[in-house]
């Protein structure tokens, strides 16, 4: 997620579900594809979460650059929200590899829940939207400001851009005591304290 996606979010109070064709992974395209037509759906539209540790690698493909963020929700409210809405299926993703696959049945449902093995380090929970009537490009779902446990700055944005955009952030009305930290994955004092205790 990039900043202006988090700014939509807090402003607007929901979770948007896009389009899965601009996916980099044509594999997850495909299926999501496969899905949609299995179930003569006018619209599929999915929004991806992690419930690993922070990572480089969510940074660095997920919410690359300075203006890069990582919201973390508060499970249990979340999933209160996305559950009043109807079409809306969510889980886990399951992990296969190819010798997995070998002979394996696969019902329709499993589609968009499926991934190759190697990207099993994400801990994907996604979350999709279906509609058989309506062609759309993107869906909102409405939830509170409470589902938000913190926002999380990227770490290759500036220091002082960092406090400047903490102090906006917070000025979206319900915002005033939104925790916002700046990820300290590739600088932390802590741990360069640690490597000169080196003997």
């Known amino acids: 997620m990039d900043l202006s996606a988090l700014v939509y979010l807090l402003q607007n109070r929901c979770v948007t579900l896009l389009n899965p064709d601009s996916w980099d992974d044509t594999n997850d395209i495909h299926f999501m594809t496969l899905y949609r037509r299995g179930k003569k759906l006018r619209s599929l539209l999915a ?32 999933i209160a929200a996305l559950d009043k809405v109807d079409g809306v299926r969510r889980g886990l993703v399951k992990y296969l590899s190819l010798d997995e696959i ?67 952030l917070r000025t979206i009305p319900g915002c005033d005591g939104l925790k916002i930290l700046q990820s300290t994955l590739i600088s932390n004092e802590a741990w360069k304290e640690y490597g000169e205790t080196a003997t």
């Open 102 to 168: 070998d002979g394996r049945p696969l019902g329709i449902e499993e589609l968009p829940f499926l991934k190759r093995y190697a990207y099993e380090h994400e801990e994907e929970y996604r979350v999709i939207f279906e509609s058989p009537g309506e062609r759309l490009n993107s869906y909102d779902i409405p939830i509170p400001l409470t589902a938000i446990e913190r926002v999380t700055l990227s770490p290759w944005m500036n220091r002082k851009l960092y406090f400047e955009t903490k102090k906006l």
């Open 47 to 78: 929004a991806c979460f992690s419930e690993s540790d922070e990572t480089y690698h969510h940074w660095h493909v997920f919410a690359n650059g300075g203006s890069g963020v990582c919201v973390k929700f508060d499970r249990r409210r979340l």
